[in-house]
């Protein structure tokens, strides 16, 4: 962690470019996953890990598992940090933050009864899955998250599928980081589109992605559940916030076997 700035940007830019300027120091480090663990952090959070891993199937929970890796790793690689006027945030606060939405972000794909059963079932699965989370965080950590770090994590859940489609405006570097390792998951470097490419070319590692991918196997099995559920749920919900991504997701998707070697 001494590599680490001690503070990152709070808010980033969700226009790609403008985020890229930022990034002046941007490259895609080899970090062994070792070094990214933070075992304190993640067993201080086990609850929340053991909650979506009760909901979750092992191929979903693994998505949430390298996508926090993923945050990490570029967070090594050259993520803002120190930007004159831009509030800032502490690395392990950011940490924090990451780990809770990345772990919790996909609650609502579960067909658990408890999911299935909930209140808010009839929303977008994002939307669900941030009620899901906030609900969780209150119950789960009364006196030690407070509403600033619940809300950012909850937001982070409920616009993690459309982020990366914003052109203006900021978003939270949790939110921000969320979003574009979920697209990553699912897209590779080759990805939805020529900036996001960039972006992950700067950022991630292929070293680091394939040890990551070692640990937390993706596969082709993850691009045929994920587009199945994809395509169930557009059936289902024709305006779910899904039906925002772009035109080729799917055919993206179902093109990448491991990320590590995607183009």
């Known amino acids: 962690m001494s590599t680490l700035p001690k503070t990152f940007d709070a808010f980033v830019p969700c226009n790609i470019p403008d985020f890229l300027a930022l990034a002046k ?82 609650l609502a794909l579960s067909n658990d009864d408890f999911v299935l059963k909930h209140p808010a079932h009839a929303m977008s699965f994002e939307l669900q899955g ?34 990366s489609n914003f052109t203006n405006g900021v978003a939270s570097a949790a939110n921000f980081l969320v979003a574009q390792t979920a697209v990553f998951d699912l897209g590779g470097y080759g990805s939805l589109s020529p900036d996001l490419a960039k972006m992950f070319g700067a950022l991630l590692s292929r070293d680091s992605v394939r040890e990551i991918e070692t640990a937390y196997p993706r596969g082709a099995v993850f691009s045929e559940e994920i587009s199945a559920s994809i395509k169930g749920m557009l059936k289902e919900k024709p305006n779910c916030l899904l039906c925002h991504a772009p035109p080729n997701a799917l055919e993206v998707i179902n093109s990448v076997t491991n990320l590590a070697d995607s183009h």
């Open 25 to 106: 120091d941007a490259q895609p480090r080899y970090v062994p996953l070792a070094e990214l663990r933070h075992p304190d952090l993640e067993k201080e959070y086990k609850p929340s890990s053991d909650f979506a891993e009760k909901l979750e199937t092992k191929l979903i929970f693994d998505h949430s598992l390298r996508m926090y890796y993923f945050s990490l790793l570029i967070l090594h690689s050259g993520f803002p940090s120190g930007t004159p006027g831009v509030p800032q945030i502490t690395r392990e606060e950011l940490f924090k933050r990451v780990f809770l939405a990345s772990i919790l972000h996909d």
């Open 130 to 163: 941030g009620i899901m989370a906030y609900e969780h965080l209150l119950k789960t950590y009364p006196s030690k998250l407070d509403a600033g770090e619940v809300g950012d994590v909850a937001q982070g859940i409920m616009l993690h599928t459309i982020n």
